[in-house]
């Protein structure tokens, strides 16, 4: 394979100066402010739409979409972006529904509702649970999956790879909140217009191989070539039926995989949770329009990539060190193929999305750990100036146990992008039960929103790993609800299990709450849902579109 030339360093060296200079005149020019742990950790009226709206996909966007979800462009085709669509949706709800509350309710940390909504120990078991997923699923996979691209394309040496990310991204974690959220600015920039090339290149590529010119003759050779890839819901038995189960992605489990994700997840709403609700909704709004253009960055290139590899093209690049064939080797393969200077151009773009993703969530882990934990129950009495200190020793301390820790995770076995979703699918129901009870139904109590944190959890891990031993499920296959795993084993997918461990947490915490009602309500009234007129209009126009496209692509 290509490695990087002269002038790709040369690229990249551009991206680092830009990005690492800008950084530093937000921190200098914001420093009268800094010894404010408020301000350090969230920005606190700093940050424009247009600046929260870009933090939110930088930070969203990472080695999991690039390398992950261009590999299951590969395998599986567009269904895979529904990931990004169902996002954009799920990104007007929270915008309409969540931030009003947040903002109402002064609360700028997740286990902070917690405590305010329940009590201080649903809050410390949460903030610990977290932490946890934060650094040994979030961080390791981001900064490993970054690290295996970063080397694939350079040649350089995976462990020097993952330390350098972690030390860029460092950098810029360190100068709090606001330094993170304009950079992330800069960082969308590069990711969008790295990422369009590559995508440019490789179905123009599909064109030249078919004996013609033009990207709308590759789309069109794609569509004709690889017709199996570009359906939105998979029947049943269909091959990759267990990651995506129909019709689940719309009405389903994908749900509280988005609604979770984005609106009760300190590492996304941290963005938001600064800024006034006006500035606040824009920002969020611009995100579902940049989510819509996502799959065009992250998937079409795995779907190229297939239409290829069925030609001919890319049979021995694609394969492991045990001579399989492995989605994720995709977007490398793709980036090598780049002539001089676009390859350091989507090099930088992939570089952007692992550094951004890794520092918001630092910075996440940093917030929690140093408000939630350190200052509540360490050192109540701590200066503003000692916790702004201790955020950023948490900001090293993560990323040093992610980078020892993500060599023995097995990422790689399964795709880095199913790692993350499945694993964070453990968790999600139980703490999306919490929230959305919480938020909405005033008699919810403490009981009943411990027993969704703890008991949603422990039931995700008995509907995963002990159920398909003591049942055989296999009745449940003509539902959908039970398809069989490589070893013959009928399993109900991830996403339907999330949806069936949410529906107990909700129903025990009905019955809890019936029984001994919360007096701890919020603050909430019917007015603080009413949107502007244009944030109406850019939201339809949003939701038209999901709509066309899964229509279209059904």
Not at 171 to 186: E, F, N, Q, R
Not at 248 to 265: A, D, K, S
Request: glycine share 8%; net charge neutral; with cysteine.
């Amino acid at each position: 394979m290509q490695k990087l030339q002269n002038l790709d360093y040369a690229v990249f060296f551009i991206y680092f100066i830009i990005v690492a200079s800008y950084g530093y005149w937000i921190y200098q020019r914001k420093k009268t402010k800094e010894t404010s742990s408020t301000d350090f950790f969230l920005a606190e009226g700093s940050l424009t739409w247009w600046a929260i709206g870009s933090s939110l996909i930088a930070s969203n966007i990472s080695a999991e979409q690039f390398i992950g979800a261009s590999g299951d462009g590969f395998a599986m085709g567009l269904a895979i972006a529904t990931y990004e669509w169902m996002a954009a949706a799920t990104l007007i709800v929270v915008a309409v529904f969540f931030m009003p509350i947040y903002l109402k309710n002064r609360i700028f940390t997740m286990p902070q509702f917690l405590t305010k909504r329940y009590n201080n120990t649903v809050a410390m078991i949460m903030a610990i649970f977290w932490l946890f997923l934060y650094i040994l699923v979030n961080l390791t996979s981001i900064l490993f999956l970054g690290a295996l691209a970063v080397s694939t394309i350079s040649g350089l040496n995976f462990t020097f790879c993952m330390f350098g990310l972690a030390v860029f991204a460092v950098i810029i974690t360190l100068g709090g909140m606001k330094v993170i959220g304009y950079t992330d600015v800069i960082q969308v920039f590069f990711l969008i217009l790295g990422g369009l090339a590559t995508t440019y290149l490789a179905v123009n590529l599909v064109s030249s191989e078919n004996g013609t010119t033009g990207i709308l003759n590759g789309f069109n050779h794609m569509l004709a070539k690889s017709e199996d890839h570009f359906h939105m819901i998979f029947p049943k038995g269909h091959p990759h039926y267990a990651s995506l189960p129909g019709l689940t992605v719309l009405i389903g489990g994908m749900w509280i995989v988005n609604l979770n994700y984005w609106g009760c997840n300190q590492y996304i709403t941290q963005r938001a949770l600064g800024a006034d609700l006006k500035t606040a909704r824009e920002g969020i709004l611009f995100a579902a329009f940049l989510k819509l253009l996502m799959p065009i960055i992250v998937v079409l290139p795995g779907i190229a990539a297939y239409t290829l590899y069925q030609q001919g093209l890319f049979q021995q690049e694609m394969l492991d060190v045990s001579g399989e064939v492995n989605k994720d080797h995709a977007y490398p393969v793709l980036l090598n193929l780049l002539p001089s200077g676009l390859k350091g151009l989507s090099f930088a773009a992939l570089t952007a999305a692992v550094v951004a993703s890794l520092a918001g969530k630092a910075n996440s882990i940093s917030t929690i750990f140093t408000l939630d934990i350190f200052k509540k129950y360490i050192s109540p009495d701590a200066s503003e100036q000692k916790l702004v200190r201790v955020g950023r020793i948490a900001i090293w301390v993560s990323m040093l146990m992610a980078i020892f820790i993500s060599p023995f995770m097995g990422i790689d076995k399964k795709g880095g992008f199913q790692f993350i979703q499945e694993m964070t699918g453990l968790v999600s129901p139980g703490v999306f039960a919490a929230f959305i009870m919480g938020f909405f139904w005033k008699k919810t109590n403490s009981a009943g929103a411990l027993f969704a944190i703890v008991g949603g959890f422990l039931l995700s891990l008995f509907f995963k790993y002990m159920l398909p031993g003591l049942v055989d499920l296999q009745f449940l296959a003509p539902t959908g609800f039970a398809v069989p795993n490589p070893d013959g084993i009928y399993t109900i997918p991830f996403l339907d299990t999330m949806g069936f461990v949410f529906l107990i947490c909700v129903a025990v915490m009905i019955v809890l709450g019936l029984q001994k009602p919360s007096d701890k309500g919020l603050e909430i009234d019917s007015s603080m849902f009413k949107t502007s007129s244009s944030f109406a209009i850019g939201a339809a126009v949003v939701l038209v579109i999901i709509v066309l496209l899964y229509s279209y692509f059904w």
